[in-house]
């Protein structure tokens, strides 16, 4: 992604996992804040997920790869420290998402195709934190989605409800 200092939008390059083929998806607003802790896109096979913040507005985006949007799904209004440097993720047809602020926090799911949220589980917020969950797959016990927050400690969330399946305290 190339970030602009002053500019309320960027320009995401995605490129294709062959390294040959690559298009630009132009106009996707990625951050309104000019700073370095900024999230980055992921790509699906459809579409391009990011997260857009302001100092007023947060959402998570969806636009197709000529840079359409396809959906919307606010997240509220973002406090902390930082900007949104906590990614998105997509497996399965579902993007996942960790919203920990210094105020209401949430782990979020949303159907990849249509922005339809699937869980949404809340969390203190006490402290903004930014983590990228990543996929586990647990012998026995299905895909877990796993979140990591400097206070709350390491969640093991399972992929299809949004139960908290384990918790690590650090």
Same mark, same amino acid.
């Given at each position: 992604a190339r970030r602009c200092r002053g500019y309320s939008s960027a320009y995401v390059f995605c490129q294709a996992e062959d390294g040959i083929r690559g298009s630009t998806?132009? *106009?996707v607003q990625a951050c309104a804040l000019p700073i370095f802790a900024s999230a980055q896109p992921a790509v699906g096979a459809q579409r391009v997920y990011t997260v857009w913040?302001? =100092?007023t507005d947060s959402a998570l985006l969806a636009y197709s790869h000529d840079g359409t949007p396809?959906? %919307?799904v606010p997240r509220g209004t973002f406090k902390g420290g930082h900007g949104p440097a906590a990614s998105p993720i997509v497996h399965g047809g579902v993007v996942y998402l960790c919203n920990d602020q210094e105020g209401p926090s949430f782990l979020l799911a949303v159907d990849a195709?249509? *922005?339809q949220i699937k869980w949404k589980v809340p969390r203190s917020g =006490? %402290?903004?934190?930014?983590?990228t969950p990543c996929v586990f797959n647990r012998p026995g016990h299905g895909t877990e989605i796993?979140? !990591?927050h400097s206070y709350q400690g390491i969640? *093991? !969330?399972a992929a299809e409800s949004g139960?908290?399946?384990w918790q690590i305290d650090v």
């Amino acid at each position: 992604a190339r970030r602009c200092r002053g500019y309320s939008s960027a320009y995401v390059f995605c490129q294709a996992e062959d390294g040959i083929r690559g298009s630009t998806v132009t *106009g996707v607003q990625a951050c309104a804040l000019p700073i370095f802790a900024s999230a980055q896109p992921a790509v699906g096979a459809q579409r391009v997920y990011t997260v857009w913040q302001s =100092k007023t507005d947060s959402a998570l985006l969806a636009y197709s790869h000529d840079g359409t949007p396809s959906w %919307r799904v606010p997240r509220g209004t973002f406090k902390g420290g930082h900007g949104p440097a906590a990614s998105p993720i997509v497996h399965g047809g579902v993007v996942y998402l960790c919203n920990d602020q210094e105020g209401p926090s949430f782990l979020l799911a949303v159907d990849a195709a249509s *922005g339809q949220i699937k869980w949404k589980v809340p969390r203190s917020g =006490k %402290r903004a934190c930014y983590c990228t969950p990543c996929v586990f797959n647990r012998p026995g016990h299905g895909t877990e989605i796993i979140f !990591v927050h400097s206070y709350q400690g390491i969640w *093991g !969330v399972a992929a299809e409800s949004g139960n908290n399946n384990w918790q690590i305290d650090v």
